[in-house]
């Protein structure tokens, strides 16, 4: 298979702890996104990177969410002092850098904030 | 700034009868415009999308959409519906200097009854 992976596919994790998740893109896509997913909502754009470089930040990201994507490839999101506020899915998704170009998305990480 | 209105978060259908999922968008630009499926606890899967050209649009399973610029819509029917149908689907809009982030409706869950 050689789609978008994620890893954890849950968590659960208690009030003021920190956590990290990863994505894989897939191999040849040079973009990389994050989204966040609440119950009953669309996805929310949270930074996306061309490369390593993180292109875009959205204001939902506050400086407890920091991503990186040291090598190009994949990328991890890490939340620290995690609040009952950040429980949702986290969606990655991946493409190549052209207009309309399609974003494939992973099976995303479903956090749960005790 | 771009946004995307769906209207209704719940549609029910029987099956074989016709399917539409509606669509408006807001953007500055000429958009490129995506449907997307989920189903329960997965990532997104692209049904279709909208960049230039034919504005009636063919997707996977059946699916279309037509975009119409006069309308700002992007509406999804299928002319017939199948249980396995059944899932969340979300209308998003793509473009911009950056032509990065995806923006997305709330959302449509579509219920199919035999």
């Known amino acids: 298979d050689t789609g978008v992976s994620q890893d954890p596919r849950h968590k659960i994790t208690k009030r003021g702890q920190n956590v990290t998740f990863r994505c894989d893109p897939i191999?040849?896509?040079?973009?990389l996104y994050w989204y966040r997913q609440t119950l009953g909502q669309g996805p929310e754009f949270l930074t996306y990177?061309?490369?390593?470089?993180?292109?875009?930040k959205s204001r939902l990201l506050s400086d407890r969410f920091s991503a990186e994507r040291p090598k190009g490839s994949f990328s991890t999101l890490e939340i620290q002092r995690t609040e009952q506020g950040d429980s949702a899915m986290y969606l990655c998704a991946s493409n190549f850098q052209r207009e309309g170009e399609t974003q494939y998305f992973g099976p995303g990480t479903r956090l749960l904030v005790l | 700034a771009q946004s995307v209105t769906q209207l209704g978060s719940h549609v029910s259908v029987s099956e074989g009868a016709l399917v539409l999922l509606r669509c408006n968008y807001s953007s500055s630009v000429p958009p490129y415009l995506f449907w997307y499926v989920q189903y329960p606890n997965q990532g997104l899967q692209l049904l279709l999308k909208?960049?230039?050209?034919?504005?009636l649009v063919k997707g996977i399973n059946g699916f279309e959409a037509e975009f119409k610029k006069s309308e700002t819509s992007f509406h999804l029917t299928k002319p017939s519906a199948h249980m396995s149908d059944a899932a969340e689907y979300f209308c998003?809009?793509?473009?911009?200097?950056?032509?990065?982030?995806?923006?997305f409706g709330q959302g449509t869950i579509l219920t199919v009854h035999p």
């Open positions: 998003a809009v793509n473009r911009g200097t950056s032509y990065g982030k995806l923006t």
């Open positions: 909208y960049t230039t050209g034919a504005t």
């Open positions: 990177f061309q490369n390593e470089a993180q292109l875009e």
């Open positions: 191999s040849e896509h040079n973009r």
